[in-house]
Structures are given as structure tokens and as C-alpha cells.
């Protein structure tokens, strides 16, 4: 595995456990009498949001970060590196420092219980809006466009990070599916601790990727 693969699978691993994107999906499985079908269609509308933005950027953006010589990427790449790295320092320091807003999740929590109950085609936006990668897509569209990748495998890394970064939803769902009183309970007796704790889990791996930039940034800049 090449550095800016190890790029990516980090980046895709610190879109998987986004607070806001983590605790979104937590939510619309415990909140609804029907879980399962919630989970579904709101998975299906981040998939498709994320899969969208990815063949749209295959032709806008295609191998625009790619550098003949792999070892020395191209300086403004290595600039946005350094520039993602110090701001994903800065968001980390936030959000470890701020104390868990009740406010805030009461009203995640009014919003996911209306969305529960909606129809598919409403689940499916809020999915959409709620549980894609967001900030995360900009950097796995840079470190693929780095790699020259050509159509075939431009597919392959863009699903390897569509599904890892709904992969907690779509394992909980396939529990439900396999063991739906079980992953319920389950579900439901950890939503607080998840939702409270989830961004000290997102601080390691977040960490490690602003790490990983920094040092490609400041490679590439001195190579």
C-alpha cells in the first residue's frame, strides 16, 4: 500500500465515524418503529448523494492532482495538504475541548424522529444531507486524482469510500435484518454512549490523518 492509498482508507475511516454524520445515523435506527426501513432508505440517500458527487468530479476534477513523478507531488497539492491538516487540527482541538451540547442533541433528536416517520422519498433526502461524507469528500477526491487512476479504477476507490463511510449504518441495518430484537436493544442501549463519546473515537483517527497530511504536505513541499 502506497502513501496516498494509506491516504484515503484514512480518510475514508474519519468520514465513517463523523460525529455529526455517526450520530445522524445512530438515530434514525433507534428512533422509528421501524428501524430497518428508516436505516434503508436513509442509507440509499447518502450512497446515491456520495455516488453522484463522485462521477461528477470524474469529469471535473479527473487526475488534476496526479504528478508525473509520484514521489514529488505537485506543490499546490502539497499546499492543500498542509492547509487540510492544520484545519482538521483546529476542528479536533474544538470539538474535544467543547463540552457535549444537550441542546443541540435534543434537537437532533426531534429532527431524526420526524424524519422516522416521513416517507421514503423524505428519508431518502435527509440521508442525502445528513449522513454524507460532507468535508471528508474533497480529500478522497484528492488522494484518488492523485493516484493518475483510470476509469476502472477511479469506480473502485470511489465505492471503497462511499462504503466505508456509511458502513456503520449498513452493518447495524444488516443486524436488524439478521436479528432485529437483539441489534434493537442493542441499538438503544448504547445510543447515549455513542452520541456522547463518538468524538473522542473520531479524534484518533482524525489525528492520524492530519498527521499523514502534514507530512505528505511537507514532503512534497521539501522534496
Given at each position: 500500500m502506497g502513501w496516498i492509498d494509506a491516504e484515503l482508507v484514512l480518510v475514508s475511516l474519519a468520514a465513517m465515524?463523523?460525529?455529526?454524520?455517526?450520530?445522524?445515523?445512530?438515530?434514525?435506527?433507534?428512533?422509528?418503529?421501524?428501524?430497518?426501513?428508516?436505516?434503508?432508505?436513509?442509507v440509499l440517500g447518502a450512497v446515491g448523494a456520495t455516488l453522484a458527487i463522485g462521477a461528477v468530479a470524474a469529469f471535473v476534477i479527473g487526475d488534476v492532482a496526479a504528478s508525473k513523478t509520484p514521489s514529488e507531488p505537485k506543490t499546490w497539492v502539497s499546499v492543500v495538504d498542509i492547509v487540510a491538516a492544520a484545519l482538521i487540527v483546529v476542528w479536533m482541538i474544538r470539538v474535544l475541548r467543547r463540552p457535549p451540547d444537550q441542546h443541540r442533541i435534543d434537537g437532533m433528536v426531534t429532527q431524526m424522529t420526524k424524519v422516522s416517520s416521513s416517507p421514503a422519498i423524505a428519508i431518502v433526502a435527509a440521508g442525502a444531507t445528513l449522513a454524507n461524507p460532507g468535508g471528508f469528500i474533497p480529500l478522497a477526491l484528492k488522494a484518488i486524482s492523485e493516484t493518475d487512476p483510470n476509469a476502472a479504477q477511479y469506480v473502485i476507490d470511489w465505492l471503497f469510500f462511499t462504503i466505508v463511510s456509511v458502513l456503520p449504518l449498513t452493518v447495524a441495518i444488516l443486524l436488524l435484518t439478521i436479528a432485529p430484537e437483539w441489534a434493537t436493544r442493542v441499538l438503544r442501549r448504547t445510543r447515549d454512549w455513542l452520541i456522547r463519546n463518538v468524538r473522542f473515537i473520531a479524534a484518533v483517527i482524525?489525528?492520524?490523518?492530519?498527521?499523514?497530511?502534514?507530512?505528505?504536505?511537507i514532503s512534497g513541499l521539501t522534496s
Open positions: 465515524v463523523s460525529p455529526t454524520t455517526l450520530t445522524f445515523s445512530v438515530l434514525a435506527l433507534v428512533l422509528g418503529e421501524r428501524p430497518r426501513r428508516t436505516g434503508i432508505w436513509f482524525v489525528g492520524l490523518l492530519a498527521a499523514v497530511l502534514l507530512r505528505d504536505g
